[in-house]
């Protein structure tokens, strides 16, 4: 089955720079990568989302890569803010994502300090 | 409007008990998901499914049975409740069709099992 790895698992960064957060999967047969944020006591809440057929996608301050050959992609935000600090999961879906199973990597609890 | 909504939000019970989770959604979806995120924010796909068909059944012990009466309700009975079925349940929903696969997140079940 699939294997997500996320990294890494905390980041702190200052108000106003900017965040990565990476990931890998195992499954060449993934063409769905969706990206979710999950603030404290809440359910997780899709910020973007990248298809196979698509390298980068840029949503406002937040972007995400995918580098196929290499089976990652990364989740990028700059100029960030303290409402961004929660936890990001990034996931993989093997069957184009109808109605498949979202694998998703550990978590990546970012926290933005003033 | 609550998109995906669970009840109840908090669940507190003892060892060997049998309870059950509710949710419902009204986005016209057809598709339903449960997931268990554990102490460490891990998170894990239950079951799925479609139309009131179980097409998603992970490796989850069969104490637990999920019942699908509608498109737009799923519930998540639990028997024998032991301590490490303690964490937080996601019911989550989306539409089986590509490019509409986003899947939403209820609020969340909280289950402390003592």
């Known amino acids: 089955g699939e294997n997500v790895e996320q990294h890494p698992s905390t980041l702190s960064v200052q108000e106003g720079d900017s965040a990565v957060i990476k990931c890998t999967y195992s499954?060449?047969?993934?063409?769905?990568f969706p990206w979710y944020k999950q603030e404290l006591g809440k359910g997780p809440q899709l910020i973007i989302d990248?298809?196979?057929?698509?390298g980068e996608k840029k949503d406002q301050r937040i972007a995400v890569t995918l580098n196929k050959t290499a089976k990652h992609f990364s989740l990028h935000i700059t100029e960030t803010q303290p409402e961004d600090s929660a936890v990001y999961f990034c996931a993989a879906s093997p069957r184009g994502g109808t109605a498949s199973k979202l694998t998703f990597g550990t978590g990546t609890r970012l926290q933005v300090t003033l | 409007d609550t998109a995906v909504s669970q009840t109840p939000k908090y669940l507190v019970t003892q060892m060997g008990n049998d309870k059950s989770i509710k949710c419902e959604q009204n986005l016209g979806h057809d598709t339903m998901y449960w997931y268990k995120q554990d102490s460490k924010k891990f998170l894990k796909i239950m079951f799925s499914?479609?139309?009131?068909?179980?097409?998603i059944n992970e490796t989850v012990p069969n104490r637990f049975s999920p019942k699908s009466p509608d498109k737009a309700h799923l519930n998540l009975h639990i028997n024998s409740l032991e301590l490490g079925d303690s964490a937080v349940y996601f019911c989550a929903s989306s539409q089986r069709r590509v490019g509409q696969e986003t899947q939403y997140f209820g609020p969340g079940t909280r289950l402390l099992v003592l």
């Open positions: 499954d060449s047969a993934s063409n769905y």
């Open positions: 499914y479609n139309n009131k068909e179980l097409i």
């Open positions: 990248i298809r196979s057929n698509v």
